[in-house]
């Protein structure tokens, strides 16, 4: 009888009890691939991975910064929605921050490339571009526009506003930013302008109105109408179609019963908080077309899993569509005599369906602690969704 290990083997030289000796792995380094083909990999991963993407090798951080990846990525037809959120950190003017997914929950990160913004400014955007309009340094209000390039990270300075503005509000309609509100002077002949954007010139609209809400808390387009809901429960709809404005004082119609800071629009529905549950859910929906009068606010049902902070904090939060989901950045801001210890915000992801019959119900999707501070107490400004 033969023991196995007794056997002679060519593949180990013959030697008894010897083992085959392991051939070495060839390790293919991803650098060592053509650089056309690494530009392509890396187009294909979320642009909010890319900062850690840039750490692996300075060919990496090359690809990256380089133009030829964006246009990649155009002719790859890849494009994703990502928000970007304006955070305040009193005594500093608001920084923008870029919330991204981090081993599968989400982050919030500061943009250091990007410089300070100014407080109170009205903010749009269009595809890959934010439009930082007016605002204040702290002594005067601004006439300044700053765009800012959501795929590099930079800045360019657009003609200046005819008139200098704070807490203004503007919506993008018909390739125009209309601005409105915001000035000095309350009585003004370019209480709204716009700015043309193909000609990249401001143009007055000759409309004379007595602004006398203070600012505004809010604003939302739905279907080429400007909603903004002002500080003393006002109601301003601008239809530059119609070449009108429709202002409501008080609380004249339902919409700005309910309506609160923290809003968005999905699908020409326009979505707010409702901490109280005066609708028997904390998130509700409206439809302008129903009229800003006869309309009511509905409940989005089924929104369940709510953190605590959610009804603590709401009327802080901000809100914003990012493809198609809401997305509600909650903070402490208002945690006053916890001034030495943690500040937190919290992001919540609300997914939507429209079912039989008509009724929105919500599901959510994750809830994350997206920032964490001991310094000053961070102030959400405001929250937009970039294509980029």
């Not at 109601?235 to 009108?244: H, I, S």
Request: aromatic fraction near 8%; hydrophobic fraction near 40%; glycine fraction near 8%.
């Amino acid at each position: 009888m033969a023991v196995i290990s007794d056997i002679p083997d060519g593949d180990n030289g013959g030697a008894p009890n010897k083992k085959p000796q392991e051939q070495p792995e060839e390790v293919t380094s991803l650098e060592s691939l053509p650089d056309v083909l690494i530009e392509h990999i890396i187009a294909r991963v979320p642009r909010s991975n890319h900062p850690e993407i840039s750490l692996v090798s300075k060919l990496f951080r090359r690809i990256i910064a380089s133009p030829g990846l964006r246009l990649t990525r155009s002719n790859l037809a890849i494009s994703e929605h990502v928000l970007y959120a304006l955070l305040a950190f009193p005594p500093h003017p608001p920084s923008w921050h870029i919330l991204y997914r981090s081993n599968a929950s989400l982050r919030l990160r500061r943009v250091t490339t990007l410089p300070l913004m100014p407080y109170g400014s009205a903010v749009v955007t269009i595809g890959h571009d934010i439009y930082v309009i007016g605002g204040s340094d702290g002594t005067r209000y601004l006439s300044n526009v700053t765009v800012v390039d959501c795929r590099t990270h930079t800045c360019r300075s657009l003609p200046s506003m005819r008139v200098a503005r704070f807490r203004a509000a503007a919506g993008v309609i018909d390739g125009k930013i209309y601005v409105m509100g915001g000035c000095e002077n309350r009585i003004s002949k370019d209480w709204v302008e716009s700015f043309d954007l193909e000609r990249q010139i401001w143009l007055g609209t000759g409309a004379e109105v007595s602004d006398e809400s203070g600012g505004f808390v809010t604003y939302d387009v739905v279907k080429d109408k400007i909603y903004v809901l002002g500080r003393r429960q006002s109601l301003n709809v601008c239809e530059p179609k119609e070449g009108r404005i429709i202002i409501w004082e008080g609380a004249a119609s339902e919409l700005t019963g309910l309506w609160q800071g923290s809003s968005c629009v999905v699908d020409d529905l326009l979505y707010t908080i409702d901490p109280m549950c005066w609708r028997g859910h904390p998130i509700i929906v409206f439809d302008p077309e129903e009229g800003v009068v006869e309309g009511v606010w509905k409940p989005v049902k089924g929104v369940y899993g709510l953190p605590p902070c959610f009804h603590w904090y709401a009327y802080e939060s901000r809100m914003a569509n990012v493809g198609g989901k809401l997305v509600i950045l909650v903070g402490n801001q208002s945690q006053l005599w916890n001034i030495y210890g943690d500040k937190y915000i919290w992001c919540v992801e609300i997914a939507l369906e429209r079912r039989q019959g008509g009724e929105i119900w919500g599901r959510v999707e994750s809830v994350d602690v997206v920032f964490k501070t001991t310094e000053s107490s961070p102030i959400i400004e405001l929250c937009r969704t970039v294509i980029v």
